[in-house]
């Protein structure tokens, strides 16, 4: 004989299985965000599945091509040393990436935990979370950022690897300094939820609070997660690149496009192409990210009624 009880398991969100079709419906419909989904795959097919089909060395050097501009034999030209700079986008653009969801995955970690006891438990460690929130959203980001790096990169380099560590660094740092505005939608969406009748009737059938939190509530806010998540992405890909372009990021040998960028800044007027096309890989992510997040704002608002 089952030992669920069949009221609590009535009383159980179904907002998983109604969210797929009819948000996918309200998503399609949105050229933007389908454009940008789109763009978005092709470019991570390219840098996923690029560097196995185009086998140009990236560290190759050759000053003979030195700062040559695109041709049959380099489609994006050269940087200063001679280097493929489609071979090193390629590669480079999964570190990008990598971060950009590692970093993700942190802030949003972080922010939804926070969020979450701060809305459910309310009083006083609502109280105190928030003002932890408050203080953080006050300290001054960017700034902060470059101090952190640039004081523990030495040390975690010599720990986990020039390569691994400033990874491990630059990701920590990113997603522990944007969890703000993610535990902020979360509890506003717990303040709400738990007034709802089926989370009463859940707590009063014995629901333990961390069932309540994560099988009742949480699946009912998950739509400003996702949306915040994807968004998260693009920051944390402009931020990473912002670091590798003040020289406190990932080192020379590892090019990601932030890094590209900073190393093709004396070289802006006689070969452009060398920050050019590292610049539109930032911009052609980062704004396919941003459009599929307002499509997912879009299409996961409950109040829309568009389909």
């Given at each position: 004989m089952?030992?669920?009880?069949?009221?609590?398991?009535?009383?159980?969100?179904?907002?998983?299985?109604?969210?797929g079709?009819?948000?996918?419906?309200?998503?399609y419909?949105?050229?933007?965000?389908?454009?940008g989904?789109i763009?978005?795959?092709?470019?991570?097919?390219?840098?996923?599945?690029?560097?196995?089909f185009?086998?140009?060395?990236?560290?190759?050097?050759?000053?003979s091509?030195?700062?040559?501009?695109?041709?049959w034999?380099?489609p994006?030209?050269?940087?200063?040393?001679?280097?493929?700079?489609l071979?090193?986008?390629?590669?480079?653009?999964r570190?990008?990436?990598?971060?950009?969801?590692?970093?993700?995955?942190?802030?949003?970690?972080?922010?939804?935990?926070?969020?979450?006891?701060?809305g459910?438990?309310g009083?006083?460690i609502?109280?105190?979370l928030?003002?932890?929130t408050?203080?953080?959203?006050?300290?001054?980001?960017?700034?902060?950022?470059?101090?952190?790096?640039?004081l523990?990169?030495?040390?975690?380099?010599?720990?986990?690897?020039?390569?691994?560590?400033i990874?491990?660094?630059?990701?920590?740092?990113i997603?522990?300094?944007?969890?703000?505005?993610?535990?902020?939608l979360?509890?506003?969406?717990?303040?709400?939820?738990?007034?709802?009748?089926?989370?009463?009737?859940?707590?009063a059938?014995?629901?333990?609070?961390?069932?309540i939190?994560?099988?009742?509530?949480?699946?009912?806010?998950?739509?400003?997660?996702?949306?915040?998540?994807?968004?998260a992405?693009?920051?944390?890909?402009i931020?990473e690149?912002?670091?590798s372009?003040?020289?406190?990021?990932?080192p020379?040998?590892?090019?990601?496009?932030?890094?590209m960028?900073?190393?093709?800044?004396?070289?802006?007027?006689?070969?452009?192409?060398?920050?050019?096309?590292?610049?539109l890989?930032?911009f052609?992510?980062?704004?396919?990210?941003n459009?599929?997040?307002?499509?997912?704002?879009?299409a996961?608002?409950?109040?829309?009624?568009?389909?």
């Amino acid at each position: 004989m089952s030992n669920v009880n069949p009221i609590q398991s009535e009383l159980t969100p179904t907002f998983m299985p109604n969210l797929g079709k009819k948000a996918w419906q309200r998503f399609y419909q949105d050229k933007m965000a389908v454009l940008g989904a789109i763009a978005l795959t092709i470019l991570l097919l390219c840098v996923i599945f690029g560097p196995f089909f185009y086998t140009t060395a990236i560290d190759e050097i050759d000053f003979s091509r030195s700062s040559t501009g695109p041709s049959w034999y380099h489609p994006f030209g050269t940087n200063s040393l001679g280097q493929d700079i489609l071979a090193r986008m390629l590669s480079g653009g999964r570190i990008s990436i990598a971060v950009g969801i590692a970093a993700m995955l942190v802030a949003i970690t972080v922010g939804v935990f926070i969020g979450a006891v701060a809305g459910y438990y309310g009083g006083v460690i609502d109280a105190l979370l928030m003002r932890l929130t408050d203080l953080f959203l006050a300290l001054p980001q960017l700034p902060l950022l470059l101090l952190v790096v640039y004081l523990f990169r030495d040390p975690i380099r010599a720990v986990a690897g020039p390569e691994f560590g400033i990874f491990i660094l630059v990701v920590l740092v990113i997603g522990s300094l944007t969890w703000m505005s993610v535990a902020r939608l979360v509890r506003a969406g717990f303040l709400t939820v738990k007034q709802l009748d089926f989370v009463t009737a859940a707590r009063a059938l014995g629901a333990s609070p961390r069932r309540i939190i994560w099988i009742h509530i949480l699946p009912n806010i998950i739509g400003p997660v996702i949306v915040a998540a994807t968004l998260a992405i693009g920051n944390a890909i402009i931020t990473e690149s912002t670091l590798s372009f003040f020289g406190l990021g990932f080192p020379p040998d590892v090019p990601t496009w932030g890094r590209m960028l900073y190393d093709a800044r004396d070289y802006l007027q006689t070969s452009p192409h060398q920050a050019i096309f590292p610049g539109l890989a930032i911009f052609i992510t980062v704004s396919s990210i941003n459009y599929i997040g307002d499509g997912l704002r879009d299409a996961l608002d409950p109040q829309s009624r568009s389909i």
